[in-house]
């Protein structure tokens, strides 16, 4: 009896970790869509933290990213500065960007996040809502 009840309040402590960690990850997904349809994207707010959370680690110095483009996600100058082959942001024209194009594999067929997860890009969620902010200015909000 005492190993039932022990086996049902292991699993579920388990079941309740899952529905956390689903949680988590729903709320991430809800909170770039609150965002994609805010008035106006923040570069700080919204931006910023896809950056830090998908891009940052190739496109850091030193990193992969940044030794074969010199393109550095690290702050808003950085990423404004773009390439070593020019810039990658077009303020107000997310189609014509090369950093739009990277997310969405519109660019000579490569896609960025190089690598991301079985699809090999960012949620849908978090590309409208980069998209949206180079189409609102890619301002430095």
């Known amino acids: 009896m ?3 009840i022990m086996s049902c309040s292991i699993l579920m402590a388990a079941l309740s970790l899952n529905a ?3 949680e988590t990850t729903l709320s991430a997904a809800q909170d770039a ?3 994609s ?16 959370d998908h891009c940052v680690n190739c496109h850091s110095p030193g990193g992969k990213g940044v030794l074969k483009s ?25 189609e ?11 660019n000579k067929g490569l896609k960025m996040p190089a690598g991301l997860n079985e699809s090999g890009t960012l949620s849908p969620q978090y590309i409208t809502l980069l998209k949206n ?3 609102q200015g890619a301002k430095n909000n």
């Open 33 to 35: 869509i609150k965002a």
């Open 133 to 135: 902010w180079v189409k």
């Open 20 to 22: 956390i960690a689903d």
């Open 70 to 94: 010199g393109l550095d996600l690290t702050s808003y100058e950085k990423l404004m500065k773009g390439t070593v082959f020019g810039p990658v942001v077009i303020p107000g024209n997310s």
């Open 2 to 4: 005492k190993t039932i």
């Open 37 to 52: 349809n805010k008035s106006e994207v923040s570069f700080k707010n919204d931006v910023q933290p896809i950056l830090y």
């Open 96 to 106: 014509a960007s090369t950093f739009t194009k990277l997310l969405t594999g519109t």
